[in-house]
């Protein structure tokens, strides 16, 4: 899903070839380098960007993401910055819920739910809720949430400006006598 800029190296009748610097070079469709009426857009030499499909044995580049591929692209970057997401409750069970973030499926455990212990994870089936990545892996196929983190960080912020390391209580002088008020 990374994008990347290179120089077409080499165009071929089915695959063509492209240095963006690596040690190898990435192979893209040549399908990819032309225009609808079949016509070249690019010749070798030209810079072009592509996004990297897979990374196994060869690298495979492609000009377009598909949808998934997009919103994985998206997802993982809220993932990298901690940004919220938004999804749906899709399914309940009792290992956790099921949810839909951009149209792709991910999964938040129940002891991630909420801070307090969950027992029926029923009544969040149909809301839609704000989370946070916790764990993105093959490329969006496996993708898990926590709101219990984002209730923690909230929590956290709402301390009056205290910091969540500072003690829960606040310094006071009350008729010259100095001593803890709890905050």
Partial sequence: GDKISGVVSKIGSENSFV????????????????????????????????FV???????????????????????????????PVEGKVTAANKWGLGVEVQGVRAFCPISQIEVKYVGNTENYRGQ??????????????NIVLSRRALIQAE?????????????????????????????
């Avoid at 380098?33 to 070249?40: E, P, Q, R």
């Fill in 53 to 83: 499909i897979s990374a196994a044995d060869e690298i495979v580049l492609s000009r377009f993401l598909q949808k998934d591929q997009r919103q994985a692209d998206l997802l993982y970057q809220a993932y990298k910055s901690g940004m």
């Fill in 128 to 141: 839609t809720m704000q989370f946070q990545i916790m764990r993105f892996r093959d490329h969006g196929r």
């Fill in 19 to 50: 240095d963006f610097g690596g040690r190898s070079e990435g192979m893209i469709k040549t399908s990819e380098l032309k225009k609808g009426d079949g016509s070249a857009m690019f010749s070798a030499g030209d810079p072009v960007e592509a």
């Fill in 155 to 183: 929590a956290a912020g709402e301390m009056d400006g205290r910091k969540p390391t500072d003690p829960p209580y606040l310094p006071c002088d009350i008729r010259g006598r100095r001593g803890p008020l709890p905050g």
